[in-house]
């Protein structure tokens, strides 16, 4: 056989094998490190997603707060471990529940994810995770708040145990040093400008007063924006308020149920409820992407994309590890 024919050979070999590396690669890209993949439920539920982005679509509409809560519950779940549901466990006898600790305050809207739960199951029982349910409700409670769709992956299964105990070790405190927030979120894979957009988060919902009377009684913070101080003080009138009064201020006065970049608009006019929204503004590491997302949204929502993408796949229970609980809140029973 010739040079030319050897050669020939060759080229074809080395074509079909670069052929078969590329789609080997490409379907190992819808895997993640964590063992999620993209559309997991494409054949044993494939109207999940569906399904959850219609629930939340119809209880959004009912119930417009309830978005709120379910972009604070991928971070309250997410960020403490695992990304397995454990947030939604009730307490037993032998079992804090990590929505009652204090760290957990103002957490509420539970029963909305036992009702998308409900219909998932409605449709493929014991199949769907609370855990996706969990993580999509976030995503697609997002967009209906105008933000950014954001792909995830899925395939969690839930855990079998709450980390009530755990929780001060995890989630930074809103009083909290911006050196330890960074840090926090550093440890689970989450860089400087992923932490600034996360907490644009704050952009939605409201504050309790239980929260920021500190910033404002016995006297007032002299950092806060003078006119704001009449709104929060007409909102927070009692110095030491009652927690389960529904006393509370908006994140954001201008666009209060609208998931957009004013939040570091507000922070840099010294506008900002919490110590941590201050210092975002303020601290040299976290200030230069703070003047930046003020001023394009769409690298807000580039960044707060890549950093809930982080955070939904934040060392989940795949494969045969945990289960998939029958109601969200209470663990199966072991027979």
Not at 71 to 88: K, M, P
Not at 179 to 201: E, N, Q
Not at 233 to 240: E, R, V
Request: a neutral charge; aromatic letters at 8%; glycine letters at 4%.
């Amino acid at each position: 056989m010739g040079s030319k024919a050897h050669l020939l050979i060759f080229i074809i070999s080395a074509t079909i094998s670069s052929t078969a590396f590329c789609a080997h690669n490409e379907e190992n890209s819808q895997k993640s490190s964590s063992g999620l993949v993209m559309n997991y439920y494409k054949d044993s539920c494939p109207q999940a997603e569906d399904v959850i982005r219609e629930q939340v679509k119809l209880l959004y509409k009912r119930h417009k707060n309830t978005a709120f809560s379910w972009l604070r519950n991928i971070f309250h779940d997410c960020a403490v471990e695992s990304c397995d549901a454990s947030l939604l466990l009730d307490s037993t006898r032998r079992m804090m529940s990590e929505k009652e600790m204090d760290r957990s305050f103002g957490l509420r809207n539970f029963r909305y994810l036992d009702i998308i739960k409900e219909a998932v199951e409605r449709e493929c029982p014991d199949v769907v995770s609370c855990a996706d349910i969990l993580v999509l409700s976030a995503r697609d409670g997002i967009v209906e708040l105008g933000g950014p769709y954001i792909p995830l992956k899925t395939g969690r299964r839930d855990g079998r145990r709450s980390r009530a105990e755990m929780l001060e070790e995890y989630l930074p405190d809103h009083n909290e040093s911006m050196s330890v927030v960074l840090d926090r979120f550093k440890a689970i894979g989450i860089d400087t400008p992923g932490v600034v957009a996360l907490l644009g988060a704050h952009s939605v919902g409201r504050t309790h007063c239980t929260k920021l009377v500190h910033r404002l009684y016995p006297e007032v913070d002299p950092v806060l924006n003078p006119d704001h101080v009449p709104h929060m003080l007409k909102k927070c009138y009692d110095p030491i308020p009652d927690p389960k009064s529904v006393q509370y201020v908006r994140n954001d006065r201008g666009t209060p149920m609208i998931f957009d970049n004013n939040y570091y608009r507000n922070i840099l006019d010294n506008k900002g409820l919490l110590i941590v929204d201050h210092q975002l503004a303020m601290d040299e590491r976290t200030r230069p992407y703070v003047l930046k997302m003020a001023k394009k949204q769409d690298y807000f929502f580039k960044e707060f994309s890549k950093a809930i993408t982080v955070l939904s796949e934040n060392n989940p229970l795949t494969g045969s590890k945990g289960e998939i609980r029958k109601q969200c809140n209470v663990v199966n029973k072991l027979h």
